[in-house]
């Protein structure tokens, strides 16, 4: 933990947690697929769990991030 906090200039959970932010941002936009599975598939314990952390990290839900970003294919 002390040398990723050295290295990396945050501690691990929190890099995990964005990497699975990023994660869920392109499953967000790039398919379907409700709330629940998107934090099966990133790794999070539970949709509201995933919703808590999505929304701390980005400042919106990830359906509101959906919405926001997602664009119909041409």
């Known amino acids: 933990s002390v ?10 959970t929190d890099y995990l947690a964005a990497i699975r932010i990023e994660q869920a941002k392109k499953l967000l936009l790039e398919t379907e697929a409700d709330m629940e599975l998107i934090a099966q598939q990133t ?3 539970g949709s509201s ?3 808590r952390v999505f929304r701390k990290a980005t400042g919106v839900t990830p359906g509101q991030y959906r919405k926001e970003f997602h664009q119909e294919p041409v």
């Open 3 to 12: 040398y990723f906090q050295k290295h990396f200039s945050r501690n691990f």
């Open 43 to 45: 790794g999070f314990s």
């Open 49 to 51: 769990y995933f919703i």
